[in-house]
Each structure stands twice: as C-alpha cells, then as structure tokens.
C-alpha cells in the first residue's frame, strides 16, 4: 500500500509540475552540444544535481556530469542518464523555441535534451516528496553517444564503477512505450588506399587507389551477412580526386564501410570477411593501403525475463501503453548489455520525431508521460532490492 501511495504521489507531483521539465527543456536546448564538446551543457547539469540536493556532484574525468542520491544500499546503484551530445553543430539553434499545437521543432531537442530534462523532472520529484529508495540512484549526463562518440561516457562510468552499478535506465529518443533490450552493435571503418597519381593523359599508371577502391565497393556487396543477429552492411562513403584538379589521377582513395547486428560473435565474423576482402583485392593490385577504427559500439543480448525489463513492460501497461518489445536498437544501454548489466533504452517521445533533421521536434503532453514511466520504473526497481540484481538472467 505505500508503494502505491508513493507512485500516486508522484504522478500527481509530475502532472502539477510539468512546467519544471518544460523550463529546463527550453534552457537545455539553447547550450548547444555537438559530440565532444558537452562541458556547457554538463556544467548546467551539475548546477541541477547540486540544486536538489544530489551528492559528490562533479564532472568526472570523462565529460561526464554525475551526481549520487543516497540510497539505503550504498554500494550498489541504478544508473539514470542521458547522454547530453546532440548531432547538429554550433550555430544550427539560435533561439528559444515556441510550443505550437502542443509540439516544440528544434533540431535536438528530442535526440537528446528531452533525456536530460527528464532525469531532472524525476530527481526533483524523489527529492520533494522525500522518497528513500533501496539502492542508491546515480544521476548523469553523457558525453559522447552520437556519431564517432562510440558510447566514451557511458563506457567510462562502467569502468570507474564497475560492479556496483546493477541495472542501467538510458533515456533516449526511442518511443516511450518501446521496450529496447537488446543491443545493436556498430562498426565504422575507413579504409584509405594509396596508389601512384599523375596526369590523366597518361598510360599504364598503376596502381590506381580510385580504381581499386572502386572495386572494393562492388565486391563488399558480396560479404555473408548473419541475417538471424539483423546484420547489415553499408558502403557509406567511397572519395577520391576532387573536381578542382579533373584531369588528375588521385593518389589516394577511402572507403567507409558501416556494419551492425546484435551479435559480437557475428560483428566479429562480418570484420573478419572485410579484412580478408581487402587484403584479396588490395594484394592483386599491388596497393598499399590503411585501416582505421572510426566507431566501435559493443552489441548484446538479454532475456526479456531479466527483472528491468519486465518491470518497465508493467509500468509501461499500467500507464495505458501498449508493449513492443524492440529487436535491436543503439544506445548508451549497449555498453551496460555487453558489460552483463541489465539494461533498458526508455523513449522520450511518443513518436519517430524525425530525429538527426532539422525538421525534429516533440509532442510535449507525451513527454510527461515519459517522465512518469521513468519515476515508476525507479521506484519498482529500487523497491525490490537484491531481487533485481539479475545478471545471470543475461544470455
């Protein structure tokens, strides 16, 4: 019975007060954040933490903004985070955006300020109503989640925390009533490809990189994918040459290949053909060439059965919602899953929001809703105590 007066009171704190999370939204959404250049937006998080009252509030030496509320437990924690980079550079946001029709469009504001502001909403609202969890609750803002990033934040608080981190709630740009539990692993890799160059005029000028990197695009078509991990393989960029010099032969060419699915076992395998796939065709022509790492994101998988996801498939029914249990997806919980945490991504919208556009944007009523899925989900996880530490629960 006080559990339910607890999540009550709750809702009812959050419903009352939503223009809280609606004043941070707005102020968040103005300290722009490309990945790698969060300190403002993790200085204003550390304001927030210390304002209600959270402990050993900094920013670690990682980027990250963190803070700690006591719990009964306190060598055991829930992490709550969000990451705070966006994908937009400086200068795409340049003034506060307007609520129209219930909707506010900025580029970022889902993707993933609404994260950040709806931790915030949920720290107040433990705080003002006084609630005492069984585990202790480490609050943070990530760095570097988006593009190159490849999950830096979220890996070093894993590190530097290690087994006392039991369970991971991410909030990111998924919809709320969404359930992502597994992790999709990616790798990008640059493979750069150095030939002799000259006048276009020219014979017998070999080997060229532009000719066998053009070849390499072709054949990557060709690598086995494991359908069954939802594998997939992508030539997303192949250059060479520019059009300020159109009768040069380039010396050089890159080719950038993008690879995912939920299996390490299979990304192994996938990288293991590319790398055979290059050498093959780079060996034949007599070219040299190089192979840089651009992002590497660890995959995983967990049973639906482990104790965080069904307790957030309950909140998220008992709230109206109708469950859909995602196959893949790429989050910040993709480092907690591979690590043998369990783990979820919880939605901050209610909809696909044309995240990474310009055109982006949020309904507001379906955040609080959000919000009120992330309040529930703390106070079941943190009411249940070591019946929640379920790590052999993980496949």
Sequence with gaps: MKDKQREK???MYIRSNFDHFLDNLLDMVMIEAPTGYE??????????????????????????????RWGRCRDRYILLEAHMDTVF???????????????????GIGDNTAGLAEILMVLETLQELSIETEYSLLFAGT???????????????LSDYGKQITQVITVDGF???????????????????????????????????????????????NIDLPLESGATLAVTMFSSGNEENPHTIPETADVIV?????????????????????????????????????????AGTQSREVGIVRALAEVIRDLGGEVRYAEGGCTNANAA??????????????????????????????????????????????????????????Q
Excluded at 182 to 204: M, Y
């Design 39 to 68: 300190q403002k937006r993790a200085e204003k998080m550390c304001e927030a933490f210390q304002l209600y009252g959270l402990h050993e509030v900094c920013i670690d030496e990682h980027g990250n903004a963190i803070g700690i």
């Design 143 to 157: 760095v570097c989640e988006e593009g190159r990033g490849s999950l830096r934040g979220i890996k070093g608080i």
């Design 258 to 298: 993008n690879y995912r699915c939920r299996s390490s076992l299979d990304l192994q395998r996938i990288d293991e053909q590319l790398l055979r796939l290059v050498w093959e065709i780079c060996n034949r022509a007599e070219i040299l060439y190089n192979i840089e790492t651009l992002c590497d994101i660890p």
């Design 175 to 221: 919809q709320y009533e969404d359930i992502v539990y597994n992790a999709t692993g990616i790798v990008t890799k640059k493979i750069t490809l150095q030939g002799r160059g000259g006048h276009s005029a020219e014979q017998g000028i070999a080997p060229q990189a532009i000719l066998t990197g053009a070849e390499m695009v072709n054949q990557i078509k």
């Design 9 to 11: 009171e709750g809702l």
């Design 337 to 394: 899953i591979h690590a043998g945490i369990p783990a979820v991504a919880v939605g901050s919208s209610n909809i696909d929001y044309r995240e990474h556009t310009l055109q982006e944007y949020m309904e507001v009523e379906k955040a609080r809703i959000c919000i009120e899925e992330i309040y529930l989900l703390i106070l079941r996880l943190s009411a249940h105590g070591e019946e929640i530490d379920e790590r052999a629960n993980l």
């Design 89 to 107: 550079p400086f200068g795409t946001v340049s003034e506060i955006p307007k609520i129209t029709d219930g909707k506010i469009f900025c580029p």
